[in-house]
């Protein structure tokens, strides 16, 4: 009987979340509808700081080594939207992740063949041994 009771209870108690969650949605909406561009600014300021927030628990938290992965992650963007740039600067010249993709599926057709060729000359060499090891009659 309890354990139906906690279920009746726990479902009651979502059934209300949900209800201000709705609530607290329909009130966002108005507001956005009023005042679109002040109420993304007001959600662009609310992520800033939160990620802010998040930034200095990860600093202090990890340290070093967050400031580390910190900087490897703007060395990273740094370089996509170099080569983003120079995409749209030569749009004729083929963007390096497809330079690579060439490459790399150039090196397996050859890594392939060799495969193909390496397997042949095993089963030829098989066949030779079973045939020269066959019973003569």
Same mark, same amino acid.
């Given at each position: 009987?309890?354990?139906?009771?906690?279920?009746?209870?726990?479902? +009651?108690?979502?059934?209300?979340?949900?209800?201000?969650?709705?609530?607290?949605?329909?009130?966002?909406?108005?507001?956005?509808?009023?005042?679109?561009?002040?109420?993304?600014?007001?959600?662009?300021?609310?992520?800033?700081?939160?990620?802010?927030?998040?930034?200095?628990?990860? +600093?202090?938290?990890?340290?070093?080594?967050?400031?580390?992965?910190?900087?490897? +992650?703007?060395? +990273?963007?740094?370089?996509?939207?170099?080569?983003?740039?120079?995409?749209?600067?030569?749009?004729?010249?083929?963007?390096?992740?497809?330079?690579?993709?060439?490459?790399?599926?150039?090196?397996?057709?050859?890594?392939?063949?060799?495969?193909?060729?390496?397997?042949?000359?095993?089963?030829?060499?098989?066949?030779?041994?079973?045939?020269?090891?066959?019973?003569?009659?």
């Amino acid at each position: 009987m309890s354990n139906t009771q906690n279920f009746s209870e726990t479902l +009651a108690a979502l059934k209300q979340s949900l209800v201000d969650w709705g609530r607290h949605l329909r009130l966002k909406w108005l507001a956005f509808s009023r005042d679109p561009q002040s109420e993304a600014n007001q959600s662009y300021q609310e992520l800033k700081q939160g990620l802010e927030t998040l930034d200095q628990q990860m +600093a202090q938290r990890y340290g070093d080594r967050y400031l580390t992965v910190r900087e490897k +992650a703007a060395e +990273a963007k740094s370089w996509y939207n170099q080569q983003i740039d120079a995409q749209r600067a030569n749009p004729d010249h083929p963007v390096l992740a497809e330079r690579k993709q060439a490459q790399v599926e150039h090196r397996v057709n050859e890594l392939g063949q060799t495969v193909s060729r390496m397997e042949k000359e095993v089963l030829t060499q098989v066949k030779n041994r079973l045939r020269s090891n066959a019973p003569k009659s």
